[in-house]
């Protein structure tokens, strides 16, 4: 096989005005960030909701936060994109959907789905992470908290919390990570993010290698880059005497 190697490539023109195919892969990139930061935000707010709810005295809300974890931890990341994208539009009110279908662009709703699947998804495995946190701390922290006449939400939000997510940050960080790595599962529902961007160059130029490496490259960068962030917030929240600090 006569392999042509082409390094410079993405500097080749797309034959779409003046655009060159690196601008392509940095639209996939934009799409690939606004899909991870939006799904994240939804993970983080419901699961630490959810995950608080786990360890509260109440059965109701201990029962509410298990199925929501039981059901979106055992059905594939990909069954709820095509759900969310194929079948949550239709149940929608009239109104609602002809703004859906016919308002919005393809790759907007698209996107939409995506994040709102991907967040619930995530938001099921940061709620056993804060669960885990909240368990770890002594039980003398909450007693403490009620001897000093803090209601529940108080000693949750000034005492347990606190720690807790200082606890969590390290199993966090891989969490982070791993939202934006699945934010590639999004082309599948026809977002042109990184992952599809890059498998159009490639059919367009032939030049499999080249463009998957400097796809490959863009994970590795950002990817340890939000490590890099994770590993000095928790240094700069890190309490002595608790796991992981220094004495």
């Keep these: 096989m006569n392999y042509h190697w082409n390094w410079g490539v993405l ?3 797309t034959g779409v005005g003046s655009e060159l195919y690196w601008h392509w892969l940095l639209k996939g990139f934009g799409w690939l960030l606004v899909i991870g930061s939006v799904a994240w935000v939804i993970a983080l707010v419901l699961g630490s909701i959810l995950g608080v709810m786990k360890t509260l005295p109440s059965k109701p809300a201990r029962a509410i936060a298990t199925m929501y974890v039981g059901f979106f931890r055992n059905v594939p990341l990909l069954v709820q994109l095509f759900f969310w994208f194929y079948v949550a539009p239709t149940l929608l009110t009239e109104g609602l959907r002809d703004w859906w279908f016919t308002s919005l662009s393809f790759n907007t709703s698209a996107v939409i789905s995506a994040a709102i699947g991907l967040g619930l998804f995530t938001a099921a495995r940061i709620v056993e992470q804060v669960r885990t946190g909240i368990e770890s701390l002594p039980k003398g922290q909450s007693n403490a908290g009620y001897a000093l006449g803090f209601s529940t939400a108080q000693v949750y939000r000034h005492v347990i919390l606190p720690q807790a997510f200082r606890v969590i940050l390290p199993p966090m960080s891989s969490e982070l990570t791993n939202c934006f790595k699945n934010a590639s599962v999004a082309s599948l529902v026809g977002v042109a993010e990184l992952i599809s961007q890059t498998k159009t160059i490639s059919e367009y130029t032939q030049n499999n290698f080249e463009v998957y490496t ?4 863009i994970y590795l960068i950002f990817n340890m880059t939000l490590i890099l962030g994770m590993t000095y917030l ?10 992981g600090g220094a004495v």
């Design 214 to 217: 400097f796809a490959t490259i």
């Design 11 to 13: 500097f080749q023109s």
């Design 234 to 243: 928790e240094k700069k929240v890190r309490i002595k005497g608790q796991i």
